[in-house]
């Protein structure tokens, strides 16, 4: 059986206000034809602790990453190590901003 294809799609600083359909159809196609998280939200308001925190699934306290320009330790394990140890090929596309050219787990980096 196929594995099916997942995407994980963040967009930073986005306004509630730019969201309607109007502006984005292709954002409200994905959320219509996949999964959409209605009520989520960060546990980090800084940029860096945020993506530190989705990549790990750790709060800031564990990850030790409270700030911008900290990166994550060598021997962390991110979400994209959880899905090649699965089967899956994964990729990274945009802003990382954890002090770091290491993409640890993603086969690729745009």
């Known amino acids: 059986m196929m594995k099916p ?3 994980f799609y963040f967009s930073d600083q986005q306004r509630w206000d730019t969201l309607n359909r109007e502006i ?3 954002v409200w ?3 219509e ?3 959409l998280f209605e009520n989520s939200f960060t546990c980090q ?3 860096g602790p945020a993506r530190a ?3 790990t699934g750790e709060y800031a306290t564990e990850n030790k990453c409270y700030w ?3 990166p994550l330790a060598e021997n962390t394990k991110t979400i994209a190590d959880y899905f090649n140890e699965n089967g899956y090929d994964t990729a990274y596309i945009g802003k990382w901003h954890l002090a770091s050219d290491r993409l640890k ?3 690729t980096h745009c």
Request: a negative charge; proline letters at 8%.
């Open 5 to 7: 294809n997942i995407i």
């Open 24 to 26: 984005m159809p292709n």
């Open 29 to 31: 196609e994905l959320g």
């Open 33 to 35: 034809e996949g999964v």
């Open 45 to 47: 308001p800084v940029c």
């Open 53 to 55: 925190c989705l990549q």
């Open 68 to 70: 911008n320009g900290i």
């Open 105 to 107: 787990g993603f086969g």
